[in-house]
């Protein structure tokens, strides 16, 4: 069975850096999607962003407006790991994020509210400080 885990998250000053990692174990699709998101306290769940891989390396990014031009996904094949750089972290940034995972390709799939992912990873939270 596939498992996500989330981790990376911690406390840091505004304009700081911190890269979330999502690491996926029992990957055996030809294709796959992972996305980021996160949610506040009170808030409504939303994404952030999204990749479209496969066995044969191919890779589609994907941008929520929630961060885009300061998150980057990444994938690091060899430890079946998908990475989050966050930059110029705001007190607003401030939430749990978690990882989601479906054994396809899914387009944006950071774009939906979640729907449509069926594997999730623990949240790591992320507290941006002023």
């Known amino acids: 069975d596939v498992q996500l885990q989330a981790s990376g998250g911690g406390v840091v000053q505004v304009g700081g850096s911190l890269r979330l990692s999502c690491a996926a174990s029992?990957?055996?699709?030809?294709?796959?999607?992972i996305a980021w998101f996160r949610q506040a306290p009170g808030k409504e769940r939303e994404g952030v962003s999204c990749?479209?891989?496969?066995?044969?390396?191919?890779?589609?990014?994907y941008y929520t407006d929630a961060m885009k031009g300061r998150v980057t996904i990444s994938v690091d094949d060899a430890v079946n790991t998908v990475n989050l750089q966050l930059n110029n972290l705001k007190p607003e940034d401030t939430a749990v994020y978690y990882c989601?995972?479906?054994?396809?390709?899914?387009?944006?799939?950071?774009?939906?509210?979640?729907?449509?992912?069926?594997?999730w990873g623990n949240g790591t939270l992320v507290t941006v400080s002023s």
């Open positions: 990749i479209n891989l496969s066995k044969w390396g191919d890779e589609t990014t």
């Open positions: 029992d990957i055996t699709f030809d294709y796959w999607s």
């Open positions: 989601a995972g479906v054994g396809r390709k899914y387009f944006h799939c950071a774009g939906y509210g979640g729907h449509g992912m069926d594997y």
